[in-house]
């Protein structure tokens, strides 16, 4: 969790400081080992490419939780409801990637807050890699 | 597996199952492995934390298994899915520690698009008993 401002709720329109990070081959095999998937694209380099950063880690880097700037109060978490991704260009290992988020929706349903942030994932060569659409709702203990 | 245009509506195609073991959902949502603070303290990670946000356990990251569902599309469509491939997803149920997981997609729709066939799923990963945690659909070009 990072040490951004805190916040109960989010703001409609409100936008992320972007996160940026490098995708080594070390962090690609931890994400395959989580995802139990070792296709040879992800792993093996060959004449015409690189290997291919697996799609679950850009997912996972690409949640708002990343941004420099989030934060929430102690005892809140972000629950994920509903998601949606639009895929346009497979991602390399070793380039640097950032992440921009920004809140497109507030709405209430069964006393529940629902934000829905979008996001874009670009590599270094400028090349968008995904968005998604990501809908959350949050979780609240008794303090 | 793959489909091609002859693929019929109503095919259903089943992925490869998989059990979420601890040590997998600590290299997917603990951060970076060894590095500091590793493994970060979440309601992925850490069951005291998750029940102080209100939660009766800890929950696999829904990013974890949409993963699953990727592989699964990926060896439907080939690659090329990463260039033009779309989903859309609700999360229903919560997947703990240990659940075991499979990804499955059945076509719902193909039409031509130029030379090309489009091809709409509903897709889905079901647990260890036989409950779907997560339902929704994916579209891709052959």
């Known amino acids: 969790m990072s040490e951004g401002k805190k916040r109960t709720q989010f703001s409609e329109t409100?936008?992320?400081?972007?996160?940026?990070f490098q995708v080594s081959p070390e962090l690609n095999e931890q994400y395959?080992?989580?995802?139990?998937?070792?296709?040879?694209?992800?792993l093996e380099e060959t004449d015409s490419t690189t290997p291919w950063v697996h799609p679950g880690l850009l997912l996972n880097q690409s949640n708002?939780?990343?941004?420099?700037?989030?934060?929430?109060?102690?005892?809140?978490a972000g629950v994920h409801a509903k998601?949606?991704?639009?895929?346009?260009?497979?991602?390399?290992?070793?380039?640097?990637?950032k992440v921009t988020w920004k809140v497109v929706e507030e709405y209430e349903k069964r006393d529940k807050i629902y934000t829905v942030i979008q996001a874009l994932v670009v590599d270094e060569d400028g090349r968008e890699i995904l968005r998604r659409k990501t809908t959350g709702v949050l979780a609240k203990g008794q303090k | 597996m793959k489909l091609s245009p002859k693929t019929e509506v109503g095919a259903e195609f089943?992925?490869?199952?998989?059990?979420?073991?601890?040590?997998?959902?600590?290299a997917f949502s603990g951060g970076r492995l060894n590095g500091p603070g590793w493994p970060a303290r979440n309601i992925h990670t850490d069951l005291e934390f998750a029940q102080s946000c209100g939660l009766q356990t800890r929950s696999v990251s829904a990013t974890?298994?949409?993963?699953?569902?990727?592989?699964?599309?990926?060896?439907?469509?080939g690659e090329n899915w990463l260039s033009h491939g779309k989903m859309d997803l609700k999360f229903i149920a919560v997947v703990d520690v240990g659940d075991r997981l499979v990804p499955k997609a059945v076509i719902?729709?193909?039409e031509s698009e130029g030379p090309r066939t489009k091809f709409s799923l509903e897709i889905w990963c079901e647990d260890q008993r036989g409950n779907k945690v997560t339902i929704g659909t994916a579209m891709g070009l052959i």
């Not at chain 1, 409100?14 to 940026?20: I, N």
């Not at chain 2, 974890?64 to 469509?77: A, C, P, S, V």
């Open chain 1, 14 to 20: 409100e936008e992320f400081e972007p996160f940026a």
């Open chain 1, 32 to 42: 395959l080992y989580a995802l139990q998937d070792y296709h040879p694209r992800y």
């Open chain 1, 64 to 76: 708002l939780t990343r941004s420099p700037s989030f934060g929430l109060n102690a005892g809140m």
């Open chain 1, 83 to 97: 998601e949606e991704v639009e895929f346009f260009n497979p991602a390399k290992v070793g380039k640097e990637f």
């Open chain 2, 14 to 26: 089943t992925g490869k199952g998989r059990t979420i073991s601890e040590a997998r959902v600590f």
């Open chain 2, 64 to 77: 974890q298994y949409m993963g699953y569902l990727i592989e699964l599309l990926i060896d439907l469509f």
């Open chain 2, 108 to 110: 719902i729709s193909k």
